[in-house]
């Protein structure tokens, strides 16, 4: 007798045998599924602050750039943003999302003397330190649930206050889990320019993955992609705009500044965890990348809140 072939055992149907599966593969666009694993596999998302902002008539904003993302909520009555050519205006259950370093007016709108709005401050950068928010189109974007969604956003900026670690742990999950929500409802990131040279690509993923380490230097980097230290500067300039040196130091700054605003840690724990021999060699990096100290830094932070 022929061995028969014993189907596998599937315990879901053999649980709810009147019930079925249905596939629903040919519901998800190819072009959306690339746009969520982009999302998900390159970019990392650094919380920063969240606040509700109380405005009164004499508040306004005009052509300010901020080196962060800006994402606006507003809760109480409308506000006017404008940013790369486009004007708004943002409606409680509507929010835009403002690209770092993008020249952006805030107001409010005529026959209101007051508005309430959230503010998420935020990092959403791939490893060549490029914001996500400049391959999203600029357009008002709506909250599908309005409610669980500003009282999400409510509880970051109640943890401004508490706890700034799970501020960043609960906002990075927060704003994917918003961004993710924007590109199964139809929106699609724009293409960006070529991944750039192998070698600088082999020499990022190094930094990102030993920046804290003080033992992490650019001659070690050269030595492991057999070129000299000309030829990885020129490419690092060619590819990013910006010097070997200058891109691990903006690593480190980063993790710097998650830790000043994140964390009660001390300026010599912080400096040692974002792989400096010493405090004293952190804090020149920090003053040129941030015109102030660590402690200046970290007062200003908490002054914001």
Not at 98 to 105: A, G, K, L, M, Q
């Amino acid at each position: 007798m022929e061995n028969e072939t014993v189907p596998p055992q599937d315990p879901i149907r053999d649980k709810y045998p009147q019930g079925e599966i249905l596939h629903l593969l040919n519901e998800v666009d190819e072009s959306h599924l690339h746009s969520l694993r982009t999302l998900f596999r390159d970019y990392e998302v650094t919380v920063m602050v969240c606040y509700l902002w109380h405005c009164n008539s004499k508040w306004y904003i005009r052509d300010r750039k901020c080196p962060y993302d800006i994402l606006l909520f507003p809760l109480k009555n409308p506000v006017f943003a404008s940013f790369s050519d486009h004007r708004f205006t943002v409606k409680p259950g509507e929010f835009v999302m403002i690209p770092e370093d993008t020249t952006h007016s805030m107001d409010l709108v005529k026959g209101f003397d007051r508005s309430e709005h959230f503010v998420l401050r935020c990092h959403i950068r791939d490893q060549w330190g490029h914001s996500l928010l400049t391959r999203v189109p600029p357009k008002l974007h709506f909250l599908p649930d309005r409610d669980s969604w500003l009282s999400a956003i409510r509880q970051l900026a109640c943890l401004m206050e508490h706890d700034r670690h799970l501020l960043q742990q609960r906002g990075e999950a927060s704003v994917k889990e918003l961004l993710a929500m924007l590109l199964s409802h139809g929106s699609v990131l724009l293409p960006k320019a070529a991944e750039g040279d192998p070698r600088v690509n082999a020499v990022i993923e190094t930094m990102k993955r030993d920046f804290a380490s003080a033992d992490l230097s650019i001659e070690s980097l050269v030595r492991s992609v057999r070129i000299t230290g000309t030829q990885l500067r020129k490419l690092f300039r060619r590819e990013i705009g910006t010097s070997p040196k200058q891109f691990l130091n903006t690593l480190r700054m980063r993790k710097a500044q998650r830790m000043l605003s994140n964390t009660d840690a001390s300026i010599k724990e912080v400096s040692a965890a974002c792989g400096f021999a010493d405090a004293h060699r952190f804090h020149p990096v920090f003053l040129k990348e941030f015109g102030c100290t660590p402690a200046a830094y970290r007062r200003r932070v908490i002054s914001e809140v």
